[in-house]
């Protein structure tokens, strides 16, 4: 190559520049300099130096520092399924602690209803902020660091005995729930787009199977005879197994979209997000309130009372496994609507009924009502466009947490003044009301 020509590559002809365009575009999500410098090269045409124009190291640098998000595939599917069986099994895995944590701390019952506030209130703080650090930092490192503190907290819940520990740690305990929960939500969404197959039935079925599996389990290892702490240590070893297995391919970006990291839900995704807290109000009502209103209402033995629960639990757990094909098969807007009414009906049946079969009955259509509304709601929110789905997705799991928080004290707030059966009545008539929003949400 002649010096001449060498100079010429200084003032780039337009050809010139349409190589460099190429090339930072092929180098564009290569992974190190070596793939980077091979592309170079095998777009020369002897692979010569004298070819590579001062402005190279400049395309080398920005297509290496900025790769592109990878395309969610299989593995990515993988980890998001194992991301909400940890936070259903997380969670589940507390419940049967609730006595232990009572007696070592010789609490009341108004004082316990105070300390298990922190773990609430410590999820709906954590969600905002967890959706704008997923979408700086990825979604990974978020549900990483959300699935360590849940680690963290599970032993210390089975072994502290000063209330003001417990507070702390129950607070970190549901930062941790918040975190995954919310960041498993918004990987959720990029990856069914990304599939192109509705597949978020399917991933809440998992906390779902999570939530019985952890109840049911620590409950066995506690029966046999194993201390709080020694199935505490054997929820965090399994934990830490599937963190190993899904970790690798979680998603390293948190979204696509840009914009403000915290914004007050509006437009469609408060609408969404006020459907959402209508269907938590509803399990709430069925996870808080189904055993007193057996016992109370139908006179069914105590040791009995939580059948209720389980039809509820069932059932939601069995329609949201099979919940994606469903929802290929009706759509979303039937989705809704019949799963409104489904609720509603169930509801009104285990209010009305005069008897308590009829009532777990009536407990397990609000399970299969529910169970797939959520799911398609968040579907819905991934595909507006008014606001970005990292600040989407957590205000709607937010929203959705409150309903849960807020659904037993409304309750019974209700039940004080008038009674417990017209308090579920209303959240029937609330869930008639999800059913009419299936159309407006199509429109």
């Not at 940890?86 to 589940?92: L, P, S, T, V």
């Not at 019949?338 to 209010?351: E, F, K, P, Q, R």
Request: with cysteine; hydrophobic share 55%; proline share 5%.
């Amino acid at each position: 190559m002649r010096p001449t020509q060498a100079l010429h590559l200084h003032n780039p002809t337009p050809a010139t520049a349409r190589f460099h365009n190429r090339a930072a575009t092929h180098l564009r999500g290569t992974t190190g300099r070596v793939f980077a410098l091979a592309a170079v090269g095998s777009m020369c045409k002897d692979g010569a130096l004298p070819l590579i124009h001062p402005a190279m190291p400049r395309i080398f640098m920005t297509a290496i520092s900025t790769p592109a998000p990878v395309i969610p595939g299989r593995l990515e599917q993988m980890s998001t399924r194992l991301a909400y069986l940890i936070a259903g099994f997380g969670i589940a895995a507390w419940a049967p602690l609730v006595p232990y944590a009572k007696a070592r701390a010789a609490l009341d019952e108004g004082t316990l209803g105070l300390l298990l506030l922190c773990l609430g209130v410590g999820s709906i703080i954590a969600m905002p902020v967890s959706g704008a650090l997923a979408s700086r930092y990825g979604c990974r490192r978020v549900m990483v660091g959300g699935t360590l503190l849940i680690c963290l907290a599970l032993p210390l819940l089975a072994t502290v005995t000063s209330l003001p520990l417990l507070i702390a740690t129950l607070f970190v305990f549901g930062a941790g729930l918040g975190c995954v929960d919310s960041t498993v939500n918004l990987q959720a969404v990029i990856v069914e787009r990304a599939s192109g197959k509705t597949m978020m039935s399917g991933f809440h079925g998992m906390f779902s199977l999570g939530g019985i599996v952890g109840a049911a389990g620590v409950s066995a290892l506690l029966g046999l005879g194993m201390t709080p702490l020694g199935a505490m240590w054997v929820v965090v070893a399994l934990i830490l197994l599937a963190l190993l297995k899904a970790g690798p391919h979680m998603l390293a970006y948190g979204s696509q979209s840009s914009g403000p990291a915290f914004a007050i839900p509006h437009g469609v995704v408060l609408f969404i997000g006020c459907l959402c807290f209508v269907v938590f109000l509803a399990e709430g009502a069925v996870l808080d309130w189904s055993a007193v209103f057996l016992t109370a209402e139908r006179n069914l033995d105590a040791a009995y009372a939580g059948l209720g629960y389980a039809a509820f639990a069932l059932t939601m757990t069995v329609g949201r496994l099979t919940g994606d094909a469903i929802v290929r098969r009706l759509g979303t807007t039937r989705v809704i609507v019949l799963g409104g009414l489904t609720a509603a009906a169930g509801l009104l049946l285990a209010t009305l009924a005069p008897s308590w079969e009829a009532a777990l009955v009536g407990y397990a259509l609000v399970g299969a009502g529910c169970s797939n509304i959520v799911p398609v709601l968040y579907t819905a929110v991934g595909k507006q466009t008014l606001m970005p789905e990292s600040i989407a997705v957590p205000a709607i799991t937010t929203l959705g947490y409150a309903g849960i928080l807020a659904g037993p004290a409304l309750i019974g707030f209700v039940a004080h003044a008038s009674s417990l059966s017209l308090a579920f009545g209303l959240i029937a008539v609330a869930l008639l009301g999800v059913a009419i929003s299936g159309k407006i949400l199509k429109a």
